[in-house]
């Protein structure tokens, strides 16, 4: 069964800090991939997404992923953080043949000290 | 304004009572799904649906029953509901079937089970 880890499960960091969550899925396969933010209090928003192409996306916010396929992995990474991206952050995976189920991480909550 | 809206936000209910949470998105779209999250397992996919009267299993679909009559509604309908129902709960909806589009997700529904 295809499973997506998030190894980290909370990050503290400092503003301007650099960060890097990381993500690996087991799925051998093609896959879609994604990036889900979650502010306290609201709902999951998408933060950038990859199904093929430059394995290198950048999303909102100044968020980008890479798609590292011999790692199976779709890390995250911001080059400078901000207080206001306190928030949950969750990497998704979807694989095409299996009828639309997509399957979360556990999520990182990320913290940032002002 | 494009929109996922869940009613209720906030339920508290006892063991065995039937309830109903219901899903509504104004957008058109084809795909509906039902999430529940909890702390450290990340989100959860109860049930989804490709479309109108077409419906399958998610990762968690026990206690759990939907329908799908309408394009635009998804109600999550459980049946006796117990304390290990206690969870937030997300409807999500996009735009297609097996194509990486982003999924919107509704405000939550915070249910307690006593």
């Known amino acids: 069964a295809q499973s997506v880890s998030q190894h980290n499960h909370h990050v503290i960091l400092s503003e301007a800090a650099s960060l890097e969550l990381g993500c690996n899925y087991s799925?051998?396969?093609?896959?879609?991939l994604f990036w889900y933010v979650q502010y306290p209090g609201q709902h999951l928003q998408l933060l950038l997404k990859?199904?093929?192409?430059?394995?290198l996306v950048k999303g909102i916010k100044g968020f980008e992923a890479e798609f590292i396929k011999s790692k199976f992995s779709f890390n995250l990474r911001k080059p400078s953080v901000q207080w206001s991206d306190t928030a949950e952050y969750f990497c998704?995976?979807?694989?095409?043949?299996?009828?639309?189920?997509?399957?979360f991480g556990s999520g990182t909550r990320l913290s940032i000290r002002p | 304004e494009a929109q996922v809206t869940q009613n209720p936000r906030y339920l508290i209910t006892v063991t065995g009572k039937k309830l109903t949470v219901t899903c509504s998105q104004n957008?058109?779209?084809?795909?509906m799904s039902w999430y529940r999250q909890d702390p450290g397992l990340g989100l959860r996919q109860i049930y989804y649906?490709?479309?109108?009267?077409?419906?399958d299993k998610g990762d968690v679909p026990e206690g759990y029953k939907v329908s799908r009559k309408e394009k635009r509604n998804f109600p999550l309908i459980l049946e006796s509901p117990s304390p290990n129902q206690t969870s937030l709960y997300f409807c999500?909806?996009?735009?297609?079937?097996?194509?990486?589009?982003?999924?919107?997700f509704g405000p939550g529904t915070r249910l307690t089970v006593t």
């Open positions: 998704a995976v979807n694989v095409p043949s299996s009828a639309s189920k997509i399957i």
């Open positions: 957008m058109n779209h084809e795909y």
């Open positions: 999500a909806s996009s735009l297609k079937t097996g194509i990486p589009y982003e999924q919107y």
């Open positions: 649906s490709m479309n109108v009267e077409v419906t």
């Open positions: 990859y199904f093929s192409g430059d394995p």
């Open positions: 799925y051998g396969g093609t896959v879609n």
